[in-house]
């Protein structure tokens, strides 16, 4: 159990805070509405999400988000052209806002063309983890300001996804190196890339393999299991922890199968369907992503990951706040020669701020 989770000591200053009972009603008093409020308000707002796509260049990346969103958010290498691989690890991102049934969601995707792609692939991960960190710094910087925005500009990382090539193999020691590290710094996906390239046995065979590997360099990806809040969730991400690394297909193209217009690939064979689980595992990720555990995804980032690096930030900080809109934090330092900021390993993190302020009303 997360230890933070774990009914207060005696002697903790929660102990003392005042019991709450339930009390009998007379009658109907409408409290319900109050999500009815969330709804409105929260459709106002629109939602932000911010998603990042890593592996090496020609696995399906850019078709992938286009897939997830229906949208041409990145160009996807016309196929037959050869990828072009880029000399060095650069990262971009773009945003686009998409609407939907009058909710609006602000997509950033940021996508890293050239990771993995050297003959010499030594730290790689560094800019993909500087890139985290400093959305994180960003975002400590304004929330620190006495006088600060209503609302900050949400930059961080929600969800990473990382690519593995269709090897069928095993991870490469590169993966495990990777993930070791992105995995302490934000929420990762894996999935097997262009799952078509491989049969359905060797898809079982190489997730099954992909998974004791993650067992084994103690890697804890999305959904983490210590963060499991009831049984509910429990249940419902077990399921999703038994299938991850999805086996996925991405395809940005309609074609006409038996009247119907769906997304998918065209083979010789006949039309791979991206959205049909008999062909491959792409709805579970995108319902993972998009339609069950967007907003966990978030919540984790800010309580968890987020949470972890200002921890660390301000306890650099040696001094307190000086007057209005000023604290002194130290100076941002350079990634530690594990590429990443020291931050807790997965049995450490935090799921909940130390903040005790409304939880117990
Ligand atoms: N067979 C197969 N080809 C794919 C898949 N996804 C993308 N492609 C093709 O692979 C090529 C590279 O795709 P792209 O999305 O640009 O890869 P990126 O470099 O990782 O962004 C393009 O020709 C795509 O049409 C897939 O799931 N299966
Ligand atoms: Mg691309």
């Known amino acids: 159990m997360d230890p933070l989770r774990q009914s ?33 308000k929260a459709m106002k707002m629109g939602f932000e999400f911010n998603i990042m796509v890593v592996g090496q260049s020609g696995l399906g990346k850019s078709t992938m988000v286009n897939t997830l969103f229906k949208s041409k958010i990145w160009k996807s290498t016309m196929p037959g052209l050869r990828v072009p691989m880029p000399q060095t690890l650069q990262l971009h991102s773009v945003t686009h806002v998409i609407e939907e049934n009058g909710v609006k969601l602000k997509l950033t995707v940021t996508d890293t063309p050239g990771f993995g792609d050297q003959i010499n692939n030594d730290k790689c991960w560094d800019p993909v983890l500087g890139y985290i960190n400093e959305q994180y710094e960003r975002y400590l910087q ?34 495990l190196e990777f993930l070791q590290r992105l995995c302490r710094a934000v929420n990762v996906v894996p999935v097997i890339a262009r799952a078509d390239s491989l049969t359905i046995e060797e898809r079982e065979a190489f997730r099954h393999r992909i998974q004791d590997d993650l067992k084994t360099h103690s890697i804890e990806v999305y959904p983490q299991k210590s963060f499991d809040e009831d049984i509910n969730d429990k249940i419902l991400n077990s399921k999703i922890r038994e299938r991850i690394p999805f086996a996925v297909v991405g395809a940005d193209r309609e074609h006409m199968v038996n009247g119907r217009c769906v997304l998918g690939r065209k083979t010789k064979w006949g039309i791979i369907e991206v959205e049909n689980m008999a062909h491959c595992e792409f709805p579970l990720l995108r319902d993972l992503l998009i339609r069950s555990h967007l907003q966990d995804l978030k919540d984790i980032t800010h309580n968890v990951h987020y949470e972890n690096y200002r921890i660390i930030r301000l306890k650099e900080s040696h001094a307190l706040p000086r007057g209005p809109g000023w604290v002194n934090l130290a100076p941002t330092p350079s990634p530690t020669p594990t590429g990443t900021r020291a931050s807790p390993g997965p049995g450490k993190v935090c799921r909940w701020a130390e903040d005790d302020s409304d939880e117990d009303f």
């Open 142 to 175: 304004e929330e620190i300001l006495i006088t600060r925005q209503r609302h900050i500009p949400d930059t961080r990382v929600h969800c990473c996804v990382y690519f593995v090539p269709p090897t069928g193999h095993c991870l490469r020691p590169l993966d």
């Open 8 to 40: 207060p000591s005696p002697s903790s200053s929660r102990a003392s805070s005042p019991r709450t009972f339930s009390c009998e009603r007379l009658g109907y008093v409408g409290i319900e509405a109050v999500l009815d409020q969330l709804k409105i």
